[in-house]
């Protein structure tokens, strides 16, 4: 029977045919445990070596032996999604809880009208100077016997507004600029210096029509003692510098000036407000290393789409200097108080108002459930991205969380940057707060939550660079119907809307109202709707 059963098979073979979507299945460790984990009971070694003699087992081992050599040799790659790092390390950088259907939702909302820019009613930069300017300019540039020397102090941004100044105090002078010197920051200890922070060659090129700047004293001067002058009026008139210091300067060669904060006019002749606009939006460039990752960021933050970005002003020393609340709890209006009292040289509102009558005149920084209310009704929708600059707020992130339930998609230049990214930067605020700058200024969109110096540079870069998007809240007008509880949302949403027409962004005139600053308002100094006449920059 044995020798019938084997002849039988001889001439009658037989092939395993399997699938291979079975194939595919498979993985390597299940072919693994099918040859050395059978499911079978392991029969005694006579009966395995009878099994082995089997054909059909032959043809199945050879088959599985094929199988498994073929997958040891095909070339897996070790990053199946092939991502590259930079684009890996943002998504890991950014919040765990987003999924491929809301980002596909996301998308849509590009057609929201939020995103609408104003009509910038074809107004363009405009820096024709006047021919006198230019002829004066030859004259100075030429000068080797004056010298103006500048310490700024501040934040970066107030620094940036009294760079502004010294460059038009310089040109009203005659004199050469000494490349400013920052101050030491008291707070946060940043010895940055204008080359750390701005590009210095770029500021010397783009003014060398205007203002001989120069990176330090000539061995002529070096020697002399400059003459410091320590009570320079606010708003000062291009009259009273020239009355002031021109006859000292042309005697010691060297002048020294500090604390430039507000100590110039903000209404100067023509030719000067134009100057202010080129050093503000021509010259001072920040350095190529800030520019650069503050760029990476920006297309992080474009890459699904387009951003809003806030400026939350939401820091303690916020609250002291403002003469309001954050209204966390009893405990933080307490330290605010306490703070305020032994300090009281820090309060720059009007000391002789209550907290309540600074909120309601709209003196008081938006916490962030007005931010997300005031964002809901002018149309911001749900998926918005935001980029959010500034300090870590009173009581931790966790005060943001009024503001990140509604918009889940928030992120500050830690969520963004991949490692060691911000190590260079980390312990210089001013670098810091150049890069909140760049990705803020680029946004699509742009609010903050109070005033401030970077607020209104940021403000003015965007209205000369086209009139994009610029949410001011019309805190005095609208902060009484927040405190309504009784208003349906849908008569809240509307009264925001409309007390928020003009305030979007579209131009306006710096000229209508008396003291403002060109740099926050460059129409009509520095912007024009004539296409004939447009800057060269």
């Not at 000068?143 to 100044?165: A, E, H, P």
């Not at 000062?236 to 002031?244: C, G, K, L, Q």
């Not at 474009?302 to 951003?307: A, H, M």
């Not at 086209?466 to 509880?485: A, V």
Request: with cysteine; proline share 6%.
């Amino acid at each position: 029977m044995a020798v019938s059963k084997s002849n039988k098979k001889k001439h009658h073979q037989s092939y395993i045919s399997v699938p291979s979507q079975i194939i595919n299945s498979i993985s390597q460790a299940s072919l693994e445990s099918l040859l050395h984990s059978p499911k079978k009971k392991q029969s005694p070694p006579s009966k395995i070596t009878v099994l082995l003699k089997n054909p059909r087992f032959s043809i199945f081992l050879i088959f599985v032996l094929g199988f498994l050599y073929m997958l040891l040799k095909m070339p897996f790659s070790q990053n199946p999604c092939s991502i590259s790092q930079e684009k890996a390390g943002f998504s890991t950088g950014l919040s765990s809880f987003r999924s491929n259907s809301i980002e596909k939702a996301a998308v849509f909302d590009e057609k929201s009208e939020f995103w609408v820019q104003p009509d910038g009613l074809g107004y363009r930069p405009c820096l024709d100077f006047s021919e006198k300017y230019r002829k004066e300019g030859l004259e100075n540039v030429k000068d080797r016997t004056k010298y103006l020397l500048v310490v700024v102090s501040g934040g970066m941004n107030q620094q940036r507004n009294q760079i502004v100044d010294a460059v038009v105090i310089a040109r009203i002078l005659g004199a050469s600029l000494v490349v400013p010197n920052l101050q030491v920051n008291v707070i946060w200890g940043d010895e940055s210096e204008f080359s750390d922070i701005f590009d210095l060659d770029h500021f010397k090129n783009v003014l060398a029509d205007d203002v001989r700047v120069v990176s330090s004293l000539p061995s002529t001067h070096l020697m002399t003692r400059p003459v410091e002058e320590k009570r320079t009026p606010l708003h000062a008139s291009p009259e009273w510098i020239r009355s002031r210091y021109i006859r000292r300067i042309r005697r010691d060669g060297v002048l020294l000036l500090r604390g430039l904060d507000s100590r110039l006019s903000k209404d100067l002749p023509s030719d000067l407000q134009k100057l202010r606009c080129k050093v503000a939006f021509h010259a001072l460039r920040f350095a190529p290393h800030i520019s650069e990752l503050g760029t990476k960021l920006t297309d992080r933050m474009r890459s699904k789409g387009p951003y809003l970005a806030l400026h939350l002003r939401m820091e303690k020393d916020v609250w002291v200097r403002t003469g309001c609340l954050p209204g966390l709890s009893p405990n933080y209006d307490e330290m605010i108080n306490n703070e305020r009292k032994s300090r009281p040289e820090l309060l720059t509102s009007r000391s002789n108002m209550t907290y309540h009558q600074r909120k309601l005149a709209g003196l008081c920084p938006l916490n962030a459930l007005e931010v997300a209310r005031l964002l809901k009704a002018l149309g911001a929708p749900k998926m918005t991205r935001i980029y959010w600059a500034g300090g870590v707020p009173l009581g931790g992130k966790e005060t943001l969380t009024p503001l990140t339930s509604e918009f889940p998609y928030f992120y500050n230049k830690e969520d963004l940057a991949l490692p060691g990214e911000l190590e260079p930067f980390s312990k210089k605020a001013s670098l810091m707060a150049a890069i909140d700058y760049i990705v803020s200024e680029r946004s699509d969109v742009f609010m903050a939550s109070h005033g401030g110096n970077m607020g209104h540079a940021i403000q003015g870069q965007r209205a000369y660079a086209g009139h994009k998007k610029t949410i001011i809240p019309n805190k005095r007008q609208m902060l009484s119907y927040f405190m309504d509880t009784s208003l349906p949302e849908s008569e809240f949403n509307k009264i925001i809307v409309d007390l928020h027409r003009d305030s979007l962004g579209k131009p306006e005139l710096r000229t209508s109202k008396n003291g403002r600053d060109v740099t926050k308002y460059p129409i009509p100094e520095c912007m024009c709707n004539n296409t004939a006449a447009r800057s060269s920059f």
